[in-house]
């Protein structure tokens, strides 16, 4: 991990809290935070808009490599040595997606059965 990876990584660690809430409240429906626009440019070093990444969590591991993009870098590793958080995304596979409003939006992928009312889903399977 590089620097400008770790300075990140530090910034969301300082998430990490409300992150595990609100990863559990998004099963039901996207959640989204909003981060200290200052708390990124400190750790990026200089003033600049249009950071933004998405990515999936899916059994608990990136859909991608994100290699190029350090605060996507920092926000995996961040990630992945919180233990709550892993064994959220071992449990449910997400999208986290971050703006260039400074905004974290958590979306849980359910598969389409698993949204589904109960009642309903013997109506589909019959």
């Known amino acids: 991990m590089n620097n400008k990876q ?15 809430i609100l990863i559990k409240k998004a099963v039901t429906t996207e959640q989204v935070i909003t981060i200290n626009q200052s708390d990124i440019e400190r750790a990026a070093g200089i003033k600049k808009s249009g950071y933004r990444f998405s990515i999936k969590f899916i059994n608990g591991k990136p859909d991608l490599l994100y290699s190029n993009n350090d605060i996507a ?17 071992n449990n449910n596979d997400y999208t986290f997606s971050f703006n260039s409003k400074y905004q974290l939006q ?16 013997e109506a589909v399977a019959g």
């Open 106 to 121: 958590i979306k849980s992928n359910l598969k389409q059965q698993e949204v589904m009312h109960p009642d309903r889903q």
């Open 73 to 89: 870098q920092g926000f995996i590793t961040a990630l992945s040595e919180d233990e709550v958080v892993k064994e959220y995304l």
């Open 6 to 20: 770790a300075a990140f990584a530090g910034v969301w660690n300082r998430y990490i809290p409300a992150i595990r």
